[in-house]
Structures are given as C-alpha cells and as structure tokens.
C-alpha cells in the first residue's frame, strides 16, 4: 500500500490544479475553434504558474506568467485573429504517413509520460525543487546554474530543434509564387496593349456616381448617353448583391438625348 503524503499547501495546489488543466488540455485537442484552444492553453499555463509557485519557485513562476502566457499566447491569439476566428483547418493528408507518424509520436510520448511519472512515485520518490533552492541567492541562480552547467547541452539541443520547427513551419506554410510582381511601368505596358488589343481604356477606372439623392460607393457612374459604367462599381459590391435601380438616375439623361434626337429630326424634315 502507497503511503499517503502529508496534507500540505503544495499537495493542496496540485490536487485542485491538476484536474482543471487536464481538463483544460484535453480542451485545446478537442475544440473546434482556435480562440477556444488558445484559452485552454491560457488555463493551462496559469494553472502551472500556481504550481510553480507552491513549490516555492517565483522565477518560474513569473516567467511562466510574463513570457509564455502573456507574450507567447498573446502572440497566438493575434495570429488567430489574423487568419480569421471561424476558419476551419484542412483533413486532407498532404504528406503520406502524417496520421500514423503522429499516432506513433503520441503513443511514445504518453509511455515516456507514464514511465517517467511511475519511476518518481514507486521507486525514487517524487523529487522536489530542494536542489534548485539550495543554491546561494535562491530559486534563480539555481535554476540558471543547472541550465548553463549540467544541463547546457540539453538547453542548446533543444534551442536548435524549436529553430528547426520554426524554419519548418515557414517552409510548410510558403505558398509558390503564382506569377511574378509587375512593377508600375509593366503594369501600364499592360494598359496600353489591352488598349490597342481590345480596346479598353488606358486610364483609370471612372469613381462612382454622386447625385443628389444618392452619395454610395454602390451607386454606378453614367456615361454621357446614360448609360450605366459598370466599370465605376467594384466587382466585389457587385458579387455580394449590391444592385443599384439606376432607372430614376438615367431618366433624365434619356428624356435630354430624346428631346435632341426630336429636333434633330424635325430639322432635317424642314430641311428636305
């Protein structure tokens, strides 16, 4: 039978933390949106800051508060809100073995978990922060000590890896270039041939109309015979719906160019 630990602060901590970040973990996994994975990995790293700093390690504790959970997570979040809050990730398998190397990963990862949590409860002990502390000046410069010391090669190892992933994720996440940048004189080259070719004007795009009951960026402009310029509506107003009656706005032009098309006629029938 498994003596039970003593009921200090330190186990009280953990027995109320552990249950709500691993909850909380299981949350990032299973969400369907970012922004609600991002706040479970928020509890989570909360939760371990209180851990932190039950067993008496404030530089852990503030770093993990300052660093991961308000300048890295924050980081998260912007980028979440950058790509978009509702955008859904793709299933499709665009590299052969992705789900089984994952699985495998997943299943090497939770024995090393259980191996590593049943050597510290049924044969070493749990093995504290004691060490740590014990150093001269406290929890900081033992901390530092064990990294740059005994555990620099582990340190630089694992700095080389999170370059690595990161330099992985930009050559994943590059897109092929689709065609190559014009610059402002290729652009009116461009211009210039669609002129000559099929006829369409070099000059800007006509802005949109201002009348005296409309004023919209919606509004179509009009030609002098009163027809509609399609061309002064942007075309992505115009794929959502954006439909404009120009019939009121093009009466007048239209009864103008009538009453001139009448007396041109009566005066070439006076003139025979």
């Known amino acids: ?36 994975s991002a706040i479970c990995m928020a509890g989570v790293m909360v939760g371990l800051a209180i851990l932190y700093a039950a067993q008496d390690a404030p530089f852990l504790f503030v770093v993990q508060i300052i660093v991961y959970t308000g300048a890295i997570l924050m980081l998260f979040l912007f980028v979440v809100m950058l790509i978009g809050v509702d955008s859904r990730d793709s299933v499709a398998e665009t590299l ?94 461009a211009r210039v041939e669609r002129y000559a070719v099929d006829g369409v004007h070099p000059g800007p795009d006509p802005n949109s109309g201002v009348y005296a009951r409309t004023n ?31 019939d009121e706005l093009r009466a007048p032009t239209s009864t103008a160019f009538g009453d001139i098309r009448q007396v041109a006629a009566e005066l070439e029938g006076e003139a025979k």
Request: aromatic share 4%.
């Open 1 to 36: 039978m498994i003596p039970l630990p003593p009921l200090t602060g330190e186990l009280v901590a953990f027995v109320v933390c552990a249950p709500v970040m691993v909850l909380l973990a299981v949350g990032i996994v299973v969400a369907r949106k970012p922004v609600h």
């Open 216 to 246: 919209a960026i919606h509004a179509p402009a009009l030609l002098p015979d009163g027809t509609v310029a399609k061309t002064s509506v942007s075309r992505t107003l115009t794929t959502r719906g954006a439909v404009v009656a120009v």
């Open 96 to 189: 052969r073995g992705q789900r089984v190397a994952g699985v495998l990963a997943v299943l090497g990862l939770a024995g090393l978990l259980v191996f590593a949590a049943g050597q510290a409860v049924f044969v070493g002990g749990p093995a504290g922060l004691q060490q740590a502390n014990a150093a001269e000046g406290g929890n900081p410069q033992g901390v530092a000590a064990l990294l740059f010391s005994r555990y620099v090669v582990l340190l630089e190892a694992t700095s080389a890896l999170l370059i690595t992933a990161a330099v992985g994720a930009m050559v994943l996440a590059h897109g092929d270039r689709l065609r190559e940048p014009r610059r402002q004189a290729e652009h009116m080259a």
